[in-house]
């Protein structure tokens, strides 16, 4: 029986879970009570779930929040979406093959009563952005209500396990991201006159100036006098052959599986895509024990913040930049990925493919703001604010100061007199907007006498928390704010060893050499978020440098924990004296070790999917953009892309993309209309109690 739930982790604490059993296909199958049936379904090695009605192609998870119909199966003779249904115990769930059936109901003496609520201040989503704003709010008395379709708050920080970068002052910085989402909402929970409704998704806002609710099994109508919209982003998509096989999904969707439902869903990955998001989430994987076995970007360096990258090459991941990804391959579920170098125009370079064998394909190209609701709140004259990912893509240090500025101007909005708004704030606020700046080359480090640490932060980014780190105050930046980098100023003997900045560093960049007990072979201290069993003193490791070259093989002298370090282990290595300075990592993996499979690509050349929903083929697409069609209303209405259960919200980028390859410009393409309902919603939910099995 395989058992993919993760039992152990080097930072997540495992909560009590209690097992129950249910049937797949009539076969018992055993998982844990209350997690989505999505995971259960992984959990247990089921990777596909059904298959499309129009031409049969497996169907598996692909969003993982509730957005698409990819994972829908029958539980319980009804068509649910598996990645938000809870299982119970006793459910019985067989595949969706082909278009549900719907249960026949009696439709006499059907009412629609929904529920009404008035409130001064509505914000939807209960991420970084819209609790920092809901503080403020109630910072000055405004009630207010938060709106959020999740049952924790904390948005796409209750994901997050790594420390994270920005100001240690103004947002947390060098806190884990899990635990910044649990201070916010502890916060947020403590102050009046906030209401929040968790587990409750806002579906539409209407031209009578409602917006629609769905509070569990409630419908309800609400009327605000001002909305904030924080509802973040969603991942966009990319047009590959093979790219709907079960096992290609978004790399947020892959950390809600491992970070929030506790599944091991792959046993080999590859990451297409080079940003921040890409680079956490194999790091991620790695923590949950899930081999990365390569990473590939098509601009000649990864966007993301250097450190990321830094961190993934010296546990030995190959990131391969200067690359994109040519197929999927595989009949049922993914197999192996084929993969290709290209030029400075993105153009293939023959003769370089190759193919990797993986299980998982995690899809890592960008966000898009999820601004809808913002849109409609707007053309429906909803006085209406916007913040976090939602209006701008940025970390989610600056989604935290972009609430906190925007509550206040909704403060100054609501009772009419201006509410102070320190021009700091801006300023901060513009620097955690910052991407990244310079790159500064690998320099040589003189090797001293004594104990000092080797700071491998090389890139411009904001961040900081290194320089409170020191108890001796010996680090800080060259610069005259949080985009510099940092520096070890300390030309003598000050430094004590701690180690407070090797353990406190978001980049897991800063290390500390010691030479106190033997000059030659000086101590190297290094940070390691694994599990401390994973290493043992006398070990052999790896040892590389910041980038990930490798330095040479030794000795694990000391794996030190404690539990005042929040799950920052140190390893302590001895090196010749020329290379201590030089070490910043050891290798969990060995880069070599997978090897290329013969050339492979079993999936038709216009089988890239633009519409997952309605299975509609990049060729189809392109063939009405040659035919002049630029209005994305007619395109959908031919070729029905954007007509499926997500509504468009994965297709229409991709077709927005192929109107500007093909040279058209903004001006000349009309974009699709937004209707409600946003957000796919079972009939059921609108019908009186007898009605409640409608929910197709």
Known sequence: MIDNHITSHPILVIPERIPIDFYWNDEPFTSFEGEPISSALLANGIRVFGHHHKDGAPLGIFCANGQCAQCMVVADNKPVKACVEPIRHGMKIFPMDGLPRLPQVDTHHMTFDPQEVSTPVLIIGGGPAGLSAAIELAGQGIPTLLVDDKPRLGGKLVLQTHRFFGSTEAVYAGTRGIDIAARLEQQTRSMEPITIWTQSTAIAVYSDKRVGVMRGDDYVLVTPEIILIATGAREKSLAFPGNTLPGVYGAGAFQTLVNRDLVRPAKKVFIVGGGNVGLIAGYHALQAGIEVV?????LPECGGYRVHRDKLARLGVPILESHTVVSANGSESVESITITEVDTHFQIIQGTQKTFACDTILIAVGLSPIDEFYQKAMAYGIPAYIAGD?????????????????????VTAYIGNKVAIPDDWYITSERLRSKPGRTYPLYDVDIR?????????RQEIPCDPCVGLCSKNLIQLTGPDILSVPKFISPDASCIGCGQCVIGCPGLAITLVDSRKDTDFPTVTIPYEFERESLHPGDRVVVTDAGGAVLGVTNVIKVLSNSRNNHTNLIQVKAPRDDAAKIAGVQIIDPSSTPHLDPMDNRRDDDEIICRCERVTINAIREKICQGYTDLNEIKAITRAGMGACGSKTCNPLIMKLLSEAGIGKDKITDGTIRPLFIEIPLGKFAPDHMGDLDA
């Open 294 to 298: 390569g990473l590939v970007e098509a």
């Open 390 to 410: 939602a209006e701008e893509i940025a970390e989610a240090s600056a989604a935290i100061f972009s609430g906190k500025i925007t509550g206040r101007q909704i």
């Open 449 to 457: 006498d004594g104990v000092f640490p080797v700071i491998h932060c």
